[in-house]
């Protein structure tokens, strides 16, 4: 379980490595085009029950921490789904990941 820190305060946002990778690339993506938003997400089960938003600018810290000290390999359509949900209203909606079944 990753972790993302924003800003000086607050508590840090929990998040399973793998879709904290997707995410990572993401939110830099969008950040390194100088470029505003929301990201949201469901609280975990072990987590007070909701959901949480918050706003991402450029201007504020933010740091990945990843448990695994391996990048895994990505799935370019998670992060297209991701990027598509950022560029939208409602900002980043952080969303399971969708795998490819082959068809017989």
Known sequence: MGTIQYGGAGEAIHIDDRALAHLKVAIATKLRRNESFTLS????????????????????????TFDEPETPQLNVKWIE?????????GGIQLIDEMLETPTD
């Open 41 to 64: 997400w469901v609280h975990h089960d072990d987590d007070v029950r909701g959901r949480s938003t918050i706003w991402l600018h450029p201007s504020i810290p933010l740091r990945f």
């Open 81 to 89: 789904d991701l990027m598509h949900s950022a560029n939208s209203s």
